[in-house]
């Protein structure tokens, strides 16, 4: 009689636990301001983007800028084709390289806090132990734990932390609005 090795348990509830946990602190903060925010917001209007306040921007700005856009771009190219593939893995390379380097660059970015650490640097800190999460599952070919690990990165800390960025009073609002 053959018996099937216990499996072990998967606390994939852990990651949705820690975005659950900075989306309530990101809400929290932004509280207090909601109601000068939702006015600027609705008196905003479109336009071309003002290359003006491109050119203004420190060094480490455009790299977090161009670093996130990169692994934007390569993350909706990754999750449309086959996995597992040579160019899924030459990609996935490229993403991790660009998603480190919008994490770490972003560690200097801290206009909205007077010089000191945020609450959104927590999803960079987040980043920066995840990714290597993300390698390490795969590596020990728990093909699960790494698409949850890559997928919960590029939702939050690239389609939330950047949805972040229009709100009104940063960068990209005010380049595009």
Do not use: E
Request: aromatic share 12%; net charge positive; charged share 10%.
């Amino acid at each position: 009689m053959t018996s099937t090795p216990a499996r072990k348990a998967d606390p994939h509830w852990i990651g949705w636990l820690i975005t659950l946990v900075i989306a309530v602190i990101l809400i929290v903060s932004f509280g207090a301001y909601a109601p000068q925010i939702l006015a600027r917001m609705l008196q905003a209007a479109p336009h071309a983007p003002n290359w003006a306040l491109w050119a203004a921007l420190p060094w480490v700005i455009k790299l977090h800028i161009i670093s996130a856009l990169t692994a934007l771009i390569i993350g909706c190219v990754i999750l449309a084709q086959r996995k597992g593939s040579g160019l899924h893995k030459t990609l996935g390379w490229t993403w991790v390289v660009a998603m480190a380097s919008t994490a770490i660059s972003s560690l200097w970015i801290n206009g909205l806090s007077n010089g000191a650490f945020s609450l959104i640097h927590l999803i960079s800190g987040w980043t920066i132990v995840a990714l290597p999460m993300g390698i390490f599952a795969i590596r020990n070919r728990n093909v699960l734990r790494h698409r949850r690990t890559m997928t919960g990165l590029f939702v939050g800390g690239l389609v939330v932390a950047g949805a972040l960025t229009f709100v009104p009073g940063r960068f990209m609002f005010d380049f595009f609005f």
